[in-house]
């Protein structure tokens, strides 16, 4: 019997935790950057979901090899098939992760005809929709206290401009949308 070094101790715990997880995930999600904004977030999506995906693909591979092995499997540190079997599992998905760009330095480079109706200016058109909304809010408030006065019809078309604005606003967005 051998005495375990601290190195297969290592090397065989990434192999069970993390390194298959991580290779699956950057497959999956290539599209997921650990850099620049919202990197943090992205970060512990990825550890998490390399951890989860790892501990999975253990037990899966470790019921493949029990049930495929004729005399049965049993997981010694001095016949390492579990993790042979990892291995060969992560180097797979290292290869459709690099396929799919998911090493890739930088940004990935969009085309310029595709566009991300999500992306740049959808904060500021909250901002204005919320904008607009308070004033509709104000002008209704305003032509309750004003009814029969010489004010009236002037907040009414005040109102309605504002109203016009909104719903040409949300027409533009969803019409980006639906391209």
Same mark, same amino acid.
């Given at each position: 019997m051998t005495?375990?070094?601290?190195?297969?101790?290592?090397?065989?715990?990434?192999?069970?935790?993390?390194?298959?997880?991580?290779?699956?995930?950057?497959?999956?999600?290539? %599209?997921?950057?650990?850099? /620049?904004? @919202? $990197?943090?977030?992205?970060?512990? =999506?990825?550890?998490? +979901?390399?951890?989860?995906?790892?501990?999975?693909?253990?037990?899966?591979?470790?019921?493949?090899?029990?049930?495929?092995?004729?005399?049965?499997f049993q997981a010694y540190w001095s016949d390492p098939v579990l993790e042979a079997a990892l291995a060969g599992v992560a180097v797979v998905a290292f290869g459709a992760g690099v396929a799919r760009g998911?090493?890739?330095?930088?940004t990935p480079v969009r085309s310029p005809d %595709?566009?991300?109706?999500? /992306?740049? @200016? $959808?904060?500021?058109?909250?901002? =204005?929709?919320?904008? +607009?909304?308070r004033e509709e809010r104000r002008l209704q408030r305003a032509l309750q206290s004003t009814r029969g006065s010489a004010e009236e019809r002037e907040i009414r078309e005040h109102l309605q401009r504002v109203r016009s604005e909104t719903e040409e606003l949300r027409s533009r967005r969803e019409a980006e949308y639906a391209e």
């Open positions: 005495v375990l070094s601290g190195l297969e101790a290592v090397v065989g715990g990434l192999l069970v935790f993390f390194v298959p997880g991580f290779f699956v995930t950057r497959a999956l999600f290539p %599209e997921w950057e650990l850099q /620049g904004r @919202g $990197a943090l977030t992205r970060f512990v =999506e990825t550890l998490t +979901l390399s951890f989860v995906l790892s501990l999975t693909l253990t037990v899966l591979v470790g019921y493949v090899l029990l049930t495929a092995a004729p005399g049965g998911a090493f890739r330095r930088g %595709e566009s991300d109706p999500g /992306g740049p @200016g $959808a904060w500021e058109l909250t901002r =204005e929709l919320d904008r +607009l909304g």
